[in-house]
């Protein structure tokens, strides 16, 4: 899933969930779930994302949606192998990249 996000050093949470397609309660049930999403709070108590949090939630949205992993599930192979989770969903998304410019490409012709 390719998210198209400006690049800011936080995200409000309805950036987020309109990024991906999902209601603000599914982000702030995942940031729940998985302690590798760790927003900042401002003085009104808003969330705030990092581009590290945004990383995080294509990752489980990847396992949880594309993949269909339990949360439990997903929870594990985070645990189990993060680096090879974060290599495998950096090659697809590079070729999912790949893909829509060579669309773009046969577009055009």
Do not use: C
Not at 50 to 62: A, G, R, S
């Amino acid at each position: 899933m390719h998210i198209d996000l400006p690049e800011k050093n936080y995200y409000k949470i309805g950036e987020v969930a309109n990024a991906f397609g999902v209601n603000a309660s599914l982000i702030r049930f995942w940031e729940g779930e998985f302690d590798i999403i760790k927003p900042k709070k401002n003085a009104k108590g808003n969330r705030l994302f990092t581009p590290e949090d945004i990383e995080n939630f294509k990752l489980i949205y990847n396992l949880v949606k594309e993949r269909g992993f339990t949360l439990d599930g997903a929870k594990q192979k985070l645990k189990q192998n993060p680096n090879k989770v974060i290599g495998n969903h950096e090659i697809i998304s590079r070729l999912e990249a790949v893909k829509a410019e060579l669309i773009k490409i046969k577009n055009q012709l």
